[in-house]
């Protein structure tokens, strides 16, 4: 159940059926397209709300680089030293990314990079396989590592570089994969003998909650500063709110819903394979209702991080094959 990397890949409650409209309800957003010099594939994985996306792209060798582009549409792209594969995951307001890289022995580990360039590498004691996921305002990260029993923690790390590995109790292996401004953290986590994933809650001192169905995996996949929190299970997405409240939706017309990203105000962004096996990205408000969306040019959408502006990232194939970065402005 745990996640790949698409770049790797590309290489190697009760249904709430709920309205939903077009782009052309929605006439008034507008996008661009984007793609790093010599980027023969370009993903979109993180936004801030000052407009900055930070993503990954392969070169024509099929090796992955990360890269940054600024609100004015200037992209630069970076790898950490000794990488050769470079996987970035999020951004915060200040700049800071973070990610995972691949070094010439094909160890993967955790990696910061500065608002001014400079990379710190990084693993938690025991990694021999280190994913950081998600970044805070605070430059506090959160993400997931293996250890040399092959088994899969959760870990956060602070802003000086202190590292906790954490697992929720009984859990066989955990995956950390969102974390908040005040330091909650989401993802799930195997606890026998529920032969399902459960989804859980860390709060900023340490303890847990856990939550799920028990028919179906659960996958949280963000958290917002309210602490709700958006994912799927099955075929269909959720949200959680801070109070326990479980709401599960998808959208008409949909085989499968994939919800990425929740913003501060209950906005969740994702896409969805329809019933003719298209692929298209949507954002659902807070009161429930749906729109799908797609780039122009586009033959298959993943949308799916929202900043707190409604801005929202992803990228998208076009009918010729090759997949760019999208900003959608509302």
Known sequence: MFRKTLLATVCIAAIVLVPIGGEARNAKATYATFDPPGSTYTA???????????????????VSHGYVRAADGSITSFDPPGSTNT??????????????YIDGSNITHGFVRASDGTFTSF????????????????????G??????????????????????FDPSGSTSTYAFSINGMGAITG????PPNPYAQGYIRAPDGSFTIFGYQTSGTDPVSINNKNAVSGYFGLDGFVRTADGTFTAFTAPKSKQTWPISIN????IAGYYEDKSNKIHGFFRAANGTIRSFDPPGSVETLGGRINGTRVITGFYMDDGGVTHGFVRTP
Do not use: M, Q
């Open 44 to 62: 979109a994985s993180s936004i801030n709300n000052l407009g900055v996306i930070t993503g990954s792209y392969l070169d024509d060798n099929c």
């Open 87 to 100: 996987d970035v995951a999020s951004i915060n307001t200040s700049g800071v990314i973070t990610g995972n």
């Open 123 to 142: 693993d938690p004691a025991g990694s021999t396989l280190t994913y950081a996921f998600s970044i805070n305002d605070k430059d506090v990260i959160a």
């Open 144 to 165: 997931t590592y293996e250890d040399t029993s092959r088994v899969f923690h959760g870990f956060v790390r602070a802003k000086n570089g202190t590292i906790t590995s």
């Open 188 to 191: 799930y986590c195997d606890i």
């Open 264 to 267: 501060g105000k209950g906005i």
